[in-house]
């Protein structure tokens, strides 16, 4: 029994991670069209993927904000809502195995079914899903976002480096006192594959939004300077 509700968990994770703010935005007010012309380029542009980056700059400021806010609430609200009624009714061996939703509310929200699996980028969701194991992690990976995302002008090298800075404090629980954390989350190996699968998946998203090779160009420019 407990495999059934394990699984159904999963797919329960997945369906929530499929719920994105800009592509329903998109099919209300706009018909699907996901084509839109740029003054400043004077051209059309056909948007494929609807992160927060892409929200704010073809849907607007507002829209971005909301966005973000969602998508960063989805583990937040599956950990108190979902994950955690489970774990206290359902599935009473308390199996660490669950965590491994968070994997699949990540691989929703990037490849949602609905929208052709054309979803975001996953670094709010994964900013989200980092507060939910680790205040600390959480505060470390959001400063360190919005401080080269200030110092480089662009937003997708912080993202990267403040959800890297993230994992690699979240990859070594015993640095941070059990204060940040919830107590309910325990550190084995489960957990920590469920964060690395996750990375691996913003990962992706990340080369291909070419964030990796401009955070390497911003520091060889850097050390230019020296």
């Known amino acids: ?16 991670g499929t719920v994105l703010y800009s592509r329903i935005y998109i099919s209300l007010f706009r018909e699907g069209n996901t084509v839109f012309y740029i003054e400043e380029e004077k051209k059309y542009w056909k948007v494929e993927s609807f992160g927060t980056s892409n929200t704010a700059k073809f849907l607007g400021l507002k829209n971005g904000i909301i966005h973000f806010i969602i998508d960063f609430a989805k583990p ?4 108190f809502c979902i994950l955690t009624p489970f774990q206290n009714y359902l599935i009473s061996d308390n199996f660490t195995i669950i965590y491994l939703s968070y994997f699949f509310i990540i691989l929703g929200n990037n490849y949602p ?14 900013v989200g899903l980092v507060f939910t194991i680790s205040w600390l992690a959480g505060i470390i990976g959001f400063t360190v976002w919005i ?3 200030s110092i480089s002008k662009h937003s997708g090298i912080g993202a990267f480096l403040g959800l890297s800075s993230a994992v690699i404090v979240l990859m070594f ?20 594959l469920s964060i690395l699968l996750v990375y691996l998946l913003m990962l992706i998203k990340q080369i291909q939004a070419k964030n990796i090779s401009a955070t390497i160009d911003f520091f060889k420019n850097c050390l230019k300077h020296q």
């Open 76 to 79: 937040i609200i599956f950990y």
């Open 1 to 16: 029994m407990n495999v059934f509700y394990i699984l159904l968990l999963f797919i329960i994770a997945y369906l929530f």
């Open 173 to 192: 629980p015993s640095l941070y006192d059990t204060f940040f954390v919830y107590d309910k989350i325990i550190f084995d190996f489960w957990i920590i």
């Open 113 to 126: 079914i609905w929208w052709k699996f054309k979803g975001g980028d996953g670094i709010a969701a994964g």
């Open 147 to 149: 401080f080269f995302a």
